[in-house]
């Protein structure tokens, strides 16, 4: 009975792509930045399994002996956002960019939004960080009750209301309604509830966001290992960026710890099949809230979590970590940054060795479908072959 747990370290992006300059972000490397930032970290499993060997990795400890296998991928579709990225290693390759709304969102777009979900008015309509809109604009909202509608550099159209003012179901409503609406001409990638609670400028966003996203454009790894019979068990956030395609069982957690508390309660559960885990804490909480440290201390949280993992793991058993773009916490940008991901294998069946660097997100996708020996018409390349003993 083979399991593979997959786990995405939210944009840990270890260094600029070739085409960071047609996004904006040359010199942008998450992990190095944040090492510098912190004065160093204390990773040893994540040094053990060969994150300082990856190519590009310049402050991390070297190891002469790995216990893992580990490389890096790049970007091969359009953009840098969380549904790209997560898309690409389950097998969709985006030609196209999602759409992005910089200067906000049309008159068209609002007045239709606000016809459906019977609104007079919404606050905001720009690019804005969430915690900086809710803390400019809260007050606002709780004497009004308009929702405040932002977006960022990704291809998101956020809905943030105080739970106390936009109950939670009507809040998820008013989602559901500009999910609907946001495809074609208009398309986005995500609609994103983001309830807070607070009062009088001071408010804090909960855990119950929820994402809406599109149904992948293509056939995913998930479908196909349903399709075989296989259980997909997803934690945090990865049942929203497939619309649950594919999805056997899932939970939406809080933080990164209460994610690897989820994924190993699944290891328990599940006996055969793919256990993917989103760890949003990196991105959500520091990346793009420009906090080194606590990206920092995230990091070297997970990497205490690590042995908690390996332990009950079988032998046919494979870990793969990854990420999904980067969100480099020391640049001026608040954005997602077009980074290489990392790649690390472990497993008592894997070979250590240098995967070096991949073409696409998509080879993961692929190893994983290889690994259940599933046919599949994903464009990607397998590196199965490469770390099996």
Request: aromatic share 8%; net charge negative; glycine share 10%.
């Amino acid at each position: 009975m083979k399991r593979v747990i997959l786990v995405v370290m939210d944009s840990l992006g270890v260094g600029e792509l070739p085409d960071a300059d047609l996004y904006g972000d040359v010199g942008s490397h998450t992990l190095d930045n944040t090492y510098k930032a912190c004065g160093g970290l204390k990773i040893d499993n994540l040094e053990k399994l060969g994150f300082g060997n990856i190519e590009g990795v310049k402050y991390l400890n070297k190891v002469n002996s790995s216990i893992g296998a580990y490389g890096k991928l790049m970007e091969k579709s359009r953009g840098k956002d969380t549904v790209t990225g997560h898309w690409e290693i389950a097998g969709v390759i985006l030609e196209t960019p999602l759409n992005t709304y910089p200067n906000g969102f049309s008159k068209e777009i609002i007045n239709e939004f606000l016809n459906k979900v019977n609104k007079k008015d919404i606050l905001g309509n720009c690019v804005a960080s969430g915690t900086e809109i809710i803390e400019r604009l809260g007050d606002e909202h709780v004497k009004t009750g308009y929702p405040i509608v932002y977006t960022s550099a990704d291809s998101v159209f956020q809905i943030a209301a105080h739970e106390d003012i936009v109950p939670l179901e009507e809040l998820y409503n008013m989602c559901s309604i500009a999910r609907e609406m946001l495809v074609g001409e208009n398309i986005v990638g995500r609609v994103i509830a983001r309830p807070f609670i607070g009062s009088n400028g001071e408010y804090k966003r909960t855990s119950n966001r929820r994402d809406y996203a599109l149904d992948p454009f293509s056939k995913t790894m998930l479908e196909y290992l349903y399709e075989d019979g296989k259980e997909v068990a997803a934690v945090g956030k990865i049942e929203d960026i497939y619309n649950k395609k594919g999805v056997t069982k899932a939970v939406h957690t809080k933080n990164n710890m209460d994610g690897v508390d989820a994924t190993l309660r699944y290891m328990d559960e599940v006996k055969e099949g793919l256990i993917f885990t989103n760890l949003v804490d990196f991105d959500m909480l520091y990346g793009h809230r420009n906090d080194p440290k606590g990206y920092g201390k995230a990091i070297e949280d997970f990497d205490n979590r690590l042995e908690e993992i390996y332990s009950k793991m079988s032998d046919e058993d494979i870990l793969i970590l990854t990420a999904d773009h980067g969100c480099d916490p020391t640049t001026e940008s608040t954005d997602h940054s077009r980074e290489y991901i990392p790649l690390l294998v472990y497993g008592k069946n894997i070979n250590p060795c240098n995967i070096g660097t991949r073409n696409s997100f998509t080879d993961i996708g692929k190893t994983v479908l290889d690994y259940f020996n599933i046919k599949n018409d994903i464009n990607g390349e397998s590196f199965l072959s490469n770390i099996l003993k």
